[in-house]
């Protein structure tokens, strides 16, 4: 941030009064601009013992296969754009939404929501996807997921289906993707 | 909005291509600045069967009570946020933090992320804060409650205590906060 989005004067990035952090802050308005963590939001849709995952057309990691998610929108629910990033992606319809696994990526100031639901009748491709795909366990692409929270979903998901059970986790995305990979924990 | 945040450019308000929603565009960076909810994290501390409040020393709603909570920061995670505000807001310290619930406020673009934890030794006064109390359930100011997700967090704190069973909920705040302090739900 350089200029105010208010008056378009320059900012100055400092400590206000106060505060024990640097923020944007405009000397003609006097407002600080404060910046915030944004919410990814997804959905792992689910057909008997297969999910669905989307190949991206779109970088970064083009040609990868991910779970259907995106920015959370002004002036919706978590799991409204949860549903909305699921159409837009892979064309599909779920039902019986729950809130399944959360993550917290503050080296790039991201909180990610999912939600696991059953996949409803037939799915196709969005304009960010080349391909979408029904995937049993022994089927997924380790080497060829897109980020270390997909990772880090389907092998949650895959363990709990055995128990019958979902617990809602939180943590940072783990080192498994990574390994699987090859590439480093902390370029995404 | 009004001006690019990096150039200081009148910034438009209208629908990017291939997209279905109005955005700020700046045309001099061709940038699109995009405007998402925030998350606000937050704790209830726990001391045997009471609960830790503060009375808020800021608007809105001064001098009523809430649970600590406020807006997460960049580089932290959602735990590291919730202890930080309750450190901050009621110099308390907490152990065994559990992921409790979550609240969507679409109309005001708020996720509101709240855990539950232990109290551990004493608390006190943060600087907005004018008063710090614990409450047993026949002790809450009912009528005083800053916010509806206070209500919600509580009534179903109290109610799963009964079962020792605290399921992680999503929803949006209820109609609870409204009944009991004749506000209408919509203004906050
Ligand atoms: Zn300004
Ligand atoms: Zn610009």
Avoid at 70 to 81: A, K, V, W
Avoid at 116 to 130: Q, T
Wanted: hydrophobic share 40%.
């Amino acid at each position: 941030m350089k200029f105010c989005s208010e008056c378009g004067a320059s900012v100055v990035f400092e400590v206000p009064a106060g505060d024990d952090r640097h923020r944007y802050i405009c000397r003609q308005c006097d407002v600080i601009h404060y910046q915030n963590p944004r919410i990814v939001v997804g959905c792992l849709p689910v057909a008997g013992d297969k999910v669905l995952l989307c190949r991206r057309a779109i970088e970064p990691r083009h040609g990868f296969w991910t779970i259907p998610a995106g920015y959370m929108e002004n002036g919706e629910t978590m799991l409204e754009g949860a549903l909305r990033e699921t159409r837009e992606e892979a064309a599909a319809t779920v039902e019986n939404e729950q809130l399944y696994r959360l993550f917290d990526i503050p080296h790039i100031n991201q909180v990610y929501v999912f939600y696991r639901a059953d996949l409803v009748g037939d799915f196709g491709i969005g304009p960010e996807s080349l391909e979408s795909r029904l995937f049993a366990e022994d089927e997924i692409p380790w080497s060829e997921l897109a980020f270390p929270i997909v990772t880090d979903v389907l092998v949650d998901f895959f363990a709990d289906r055995q128990k019958h059970h979902y617990p809602i986790r939180v943590t940072k995305p783990g080192p498994l993707w990574a390994e699987h990979t090859g590439h480093k924990p902390s370029k995404i």
